[in-house]
């Protein structure tokens, strides 16, 4: 069992920065492909950035490719989503997730565990 605690989120404005972390508890930390979803109000979860086992790879939405950085460190067993040049329409309940998979993936239902999620609100 894994269970994760996001922090970070609040309220910015737009062209400002957030920084995002995940904190895992347990020692399998690293045996985890980690990813970061995010919901808007009425809109389905979407896929935002996944970063792989070791750190190694990393898998960006197009729509926060080049303003978004996702890494981990597995000595502390915490991801982090730094977020540059926030957009109104980045607002969003911002969600880290656990997967067994070796390659990242975007698809919701390949990750087991999930954190209760941190929003973010852009203001222009």
């Known amino acids: 069992q894994v269970q994760l605690v996001e922090s970070g989120g609040g309220l910015v404005q737009a062209g400002g920065s957030l920084r995002l972390s995940c904190a895992a508890s347990?020692?399998?930390?690293?045996?985890?492909?980690m990813g970061w979803f995010r919901q808007a109000p009425g809109k389905e979860r979407e896929f935002v950035v996944a970063?792989?086992?070791?750190?190694?790879?990393?898998y960006y939405a197009d729509s926060v490719k080049g303003r978004f950085t996702i890494s981990r460190d597995n000595a502390k067993n915490t991801v982090y989503l730094q977020m540059n040049s926030l957009k109104p329409e980045d607002t969003a309940v911002y969600y880290c997730?656990?997967?067994?998979?070796?390659?990242?993936?975007?698809?919701?239902?390949?990750?087991?565990?999930w954190g209760q999620g941190t929003q973010v609100t852009v203001s222009s």
């Open positions: 970063i792989s086992r070791s750190g190694g790879s990393t």
């Open positions: 347990g020692r399998t930390f690293n045996t985890y492909a």
């Open positions: 997730a656990a997967s067994r998979l070796v390659v990242p993936t975007t698809t919701p239902r390949e990750y087991v565990y």
